[in-house]
């Protein structure tokens, strides 16, 4: 089995255009709905053998469409499938629906690439652009009753159990002789998902793997938590302190 691959990657962004980090969610329902018939990758929902409600199903795999707000502008970002589709609905794009208001669209970007994911043989550093959303309740539960040691730790196996879950999305499983080696440097932060208040992290990591920019990781990547980028720094190559495993 592959360690490491290449795959396809379409980046739009609309730079004429200044939304807040919390509005991706209402890029995720305007396109979703613009689109509806399209793909189900575009919003992640099945439809049923009949139009009700009731038969619409979720797809609990991970988003090949994401849509996201990075430092003000909106952005859709898709990989594999989801980058075809959305360099097939780019020149459909005229205009954005925010809270109501129509934003006509003057000005666009497409990027169309092909990106390495998978296991490296040097540690990387990374940061979240988008706070990462690691928790969901029943491990929130225990994070908050654990030491810090075991808050870290906890982490830790979190985050390494999303990053071989994304790795399995594009056919990467690791063989008996690799190993996840991780740090994490983060900081508690508070959000917004679905009217509820979350706990999330801000912050940056290292892992030895090579990861796209623009990729999410955790819960709520469709809406554009847990977007990452390489730190493209002096540092790069120097290890954080932290204990490694």
Known sequence: ?????????????????????????????YFGELFRD???????????????VDSVRFRY???????????????????????????????QVSG???????????TKQIRCEQVPIGMADELIAYRFVTV????????YNDYRRYSETEQSSQLKRVFTSQMLATFRAFGLWLV???????????????????????????????????LP???????????GFGSIERCITSDQRRPMRGSMG
């Open 1 to 29: 089995m592959p360690t490491q691959t290449f795959i396809p990657q379409t980046t739009i962004t609309f730079p004429e255009i200044t939304l807040n980090t919390r509005d991706a969610h209402k890029l995720r329902g």
């Open 38 to 52: 399209f793909s189900p990758l575009l919003h992640n929902h099945l439809q049923g053998n009949d139009e009700s």
């Open 61 to 91: 795999a991970y988003p090949l469409v994401q849509y996201k707000v990075l430092r003000q502008v909106p952005t859709l970002v898709g990989f594999g499938e989801g980058a075809e589709l959305l360099t097939q609905l780019f020149l």
């Open 96 to 106: 954005l629906t925010i809270d109501g208001k129509y934003v006509p669209v003057h």
């Open 132 to 139: 990462w959303m690691a928790l969901n309740q029943a491990n």
């Open 176 to 210: 008996p002789h690799d190993r996840l080696m991780v740090h994490l440097s983060l900081e508690e932060r508070a959000t917004q998902f679905k009217n509820q208040r979350m706990v999330a992290f801000s912050g940056r990591f290292l892992v030895n793997s090579i």
């Open 213 to 223: 920019d623009g990729l999410g990781l955790g819960k709520g990547v469709s809406r």
